[in-house]
Each structure stands twice: as structure tokens, then as C-alpha cells.
């Protein structure tokens, strides 16, 4: 067993029986157990184990033999939910945001809805073997589109075939969900989801940028907030990592726990737990001076060796009748080589709120990426 536990990838994400552990649960209701002892083998020799992001809404309880122990608060921040004592979701979000913006967050949701056809389906409990393999490959697709234009990696690509490779089994035992946002039968927002004693983890998320104006990522938890409520949750956790929406929706913004244990009467135990203490204490000071320095030597770096590279801009002009004397072609943005076009045209609906069904578009044959955008009441010009 590793010095180190961490505990979503024990407790919700693999569910291994951990020796040292003798029961986690609610703090708000401790008969909501999270985990429960089911082995008492004694693999914990000398020295210290740390169990490490402990959400701050949860108890734990040591076998007796490692009751020494010392909490240090992480500088890792769990945003969460606390879902007691709310009805629905409308209850909820006017105690936590004002009046402009819970009316913004309805727009969002009726302009997505006005514009497509939408539909969300939760996958818990029951899911085809190719229903699952095709969200994953969808979810995969997402993540790396998304970070790709941020110039970043998603921790989770570490482990994608684990990831791949247990999740379906969790979601047929409702341990874990697929939260999925459809516009017809394409999926364009996916939420994984673990479950345990009334806890929704909201684990890893992502959507279809080509959708970005609608700010699909607010939607999802608006709607995955709706169910949970609907089926008696306490929690909704949004886990580590601090983003606006994140302290826009979360009424507990709370530092995850880490508990550094050791042996009853040990002395060199002891030892080990204090200064592990102080480093534990200093690290996130020498992280946040070495991440400064990466930063500044990164941007020098960039500032030397890179060349300018300019984004393809988009030009939209706006038409107040059909071009005349031009050959055009009527074109479908659903097939894959006009795949490039599909957020130039969902920008326009969003701006328009014309629906998909409602609106055409033309290709201008002599003229090369160059597209007419006709809808019921507005038209447009889009060159690429």
C-alpha cells in the first residue's frame, strides 16, 4: 500500500478496502455511510500514512490502532453543494445568486432549448455497451478539442483506458453516471458522475466547443442539480479547481482535510508526523514561487523563439436580400467536411436565436469559403 491515499480515487472512483479506514459518512448525517471496514488486515508496519483530499463534509474514523493522528488543511480548495433543506432547483439558486443572475442563467437554458432540439438523459443504473463506447469516445473527443485550444492537457488523459475500463460496470451497479446533453442525437455535453450515499461527484466534464457560446458547461449543472434534487442528494461536488462557475453555483468553498497518521505510542511515528507537518505546511509556498518562475522563464521563452500565428478570423456581413447572379449550393454543416462551419452557424443562432431547423446554408461556388446563412428572419454572409 502507498504512503498516500487519496481519497476520491479510493473511496469513489476504485471502492478498494483500505485497512485503515474503519467507516466514512456524512457529517451532517452520519447514518450515510460512504465506506464501511470489510477487512481488518494490519499492513500498516511503521512510519506515517497520509490520507490525503479529504472532502470537508465527510468523517472518517481509524481503525483503532492508527487513532494518532494530525488534520492539516489542504491548500486544495472542494467546491460543493450542500443540498439540505432545499426543494428544487429554483429554491436553491435564489438563495445562493441574485435576480439578474439566475434570469441570466434561464436565458442561457431557453436559448439552447429555442434553438435545437435538446434533450438530457442521465445514464445511471442502465446503458448499452455501445451507447457507453460511443459517449466515451465522444467525451475523449471533447476534453481534447477543449484543452487543445487552451494549449493544455486534462489530468484525466493520464488514465483514460482505467477511466474506460471501469466505468461501465459502476454505472450498471449506480455507482457512477453519464450525464449527457443531446441536440438530436448528438451528444454535445457529457458529465462523468460518482455516486455514493446520497453524494453526486461531478468527476470529469466537457462539451462540444463548437457550442461555446451557449455555455453549456452551466446548463449540465443547472440540470444535473434539478436531478439531484429530484432524488433526494445532499451533495453535489464539483471537486478541486477554482473557476468561476464554480464559486458562481457552490455554497461551501472549503479546503479539502489531509490527515497524516501514525502508531499509538510511536515515537519515531510521532516524529515522522511532525515533520512531515512542516513540510506539508511549506510546499504549497515553494509551488506557488516555482510555478511564478515557470511562468516568467515560459513567457520569455515564447516571447524569443515563437513567430506570430493568427487565428483564422471569421467575417460576417449581413445581407438584407439574396445575392443575385451568384451560383450557390445548397449544403448540409452535419457532414463531416463542412465540419469547420458548424460554430460560425451555432454563434449565428445564438445571436439570432434562429433554429436549427429554420435556417439554410448556401455555399458561394466562385467564391472559395464563402457562405450565405438564411434564416427565417435574418441574413448573413460568412467567410472563413
Known amino acids: ?35 464501511a471496514q470489510g477487512s481488518t488486515e494490519n499492513n500498516f508496519k511503521s512510519g506515517i500514512r497520509i490520507v490525503d483530499d479529504v472532502p470537508p463534509y465527510v468523517n472518517i474514523e481509524f481503525q483503532e490502532k492508527y487513532d494518532s493522528y494530525q488534520i492539516l488543511n489542504s491548500s486544495v480548495l472542494d467546491f460543493y453543494v450542500n443540498l439540505e433543506g432545499y426543494s428544487d432547483v429554483q429554491e436553491y439558486l ?12 434561464r436565458g442561457l437554458v431557453n436559448r439552447l432549448e429555442k434553438c435545437f432540439d435538446i434533450t438530457y ?15 466515451f469516445e465522444y467525451l475523449k473527443k471533447f476534453i481534447e478539442e477543449r484543452f487543445s485550444q487552451r494549449g493544455d492537457k486534462h489530468q484525466a488523459m493520464e488514465e483514460w483506458n482505467l477511466y474506460k475500463e471501469r466505468t461501465f460496470e459502476m454505472i450498471l451497479k449506480k455507482e457512477a453516471s453519464l450525464y ?11 458529465c462523468l458522475n460518482y455516486h455514493i450515499a446520497s453524494v453526486y461527484v461531478n468527476k470529469i466534464r466537457s462539451y462540444d466547443i463548437d457550442y461555446s457560446k451557449f455555455r453549456l458547461g452551466y446548463i449540465d449543472i443547472i440540470k444535473q442539480l434539478e436531478w439531484c434534487l429530484e432524488n433526494n442528494y445532499a451533495i453535489f461536488d464539483l471537486m478541486r479547481g477554482d473557476l468561476r462557475y464554480k464559486r458562481e453555483f457552490c455554497n461551501n468553498i472549503i479546503n479539502f482535510d489531509r490527515y497524516i497518521l501514525y ?21 504549497p509556498k515553494l509551488k506557488f514561487v516555482k510555478t511564478a518562475f515557470r511562468k516568467v ?3 520569455k521563452e515564447s516571447d524569443v523563439n515563437s513567430e506570430p500565428n493568427e487565428p483564422t478570423e471569421t467575417i460576417i456581413i449581413n445581407l438584407s436580400e439574396f445575392p443575385k447572379d451568384i451560383e ?8 463531416k467536411e463542412y465540419a469547420l462551419l458548424r460554430k460560425g452557424v451555432y454563434d449565428y443562432q445564438y445571436s439570432t436565436s434562429e433554429h436549427s431547423k429554420g435556417i439554410q446554408i448556401f455555399k458561394i461556388k466562385d467564391v472559395p469559403n464563402s457562405y450565405i446563412i438564411k434564416g427565417q428572419s435574418n441574413m448573413v454572409q460568412m467567410e472563413i
Open 1 to 35: 500500500m502507498s504512503n498516500n491515499i487519496i481519497f476520491d480515487a479510493v473511496f469513489y472512483e476504485r471502492k478498494t478496502e483500505c485497512s485503515l479506514v474503519n467507516n466514512v459518512y456524512l457529517k451532517n448525517s452520519p447514518e450515510k455511510s460512504i465506506y
Open 94 to 105: 435564489k438563495s445562493q445568486m441574485g435576480a439578474k443572475s439566475r434570469s441570466r442563467l
Open 121 to 135: 438523459k442521465i445514464y445511471f443504473g442502465e446503458i448499452t455497451k455501445e451507447e457507453y463506447e460511443l459517449l
Open 180 to 190: 449527457v446533453i443531446y441536440n438530436e442525437n448528438r451528444p454535445i455535453d457529457i
Open 263 to 283: 502508531k499509538r505510542n510511536s515515537l519515531s511515528g510521532k516524529l515522522m508526523a511532525y515533520l512531515k507537518t512542516k513540510e506539508l505546511v511549506l510546499r
Open 297 to 299: 522563464l515560459k513567457k
Open 328 to 335: 450557390v449550393e445548397l449544403i448540409d454543416i452535419n457532414q
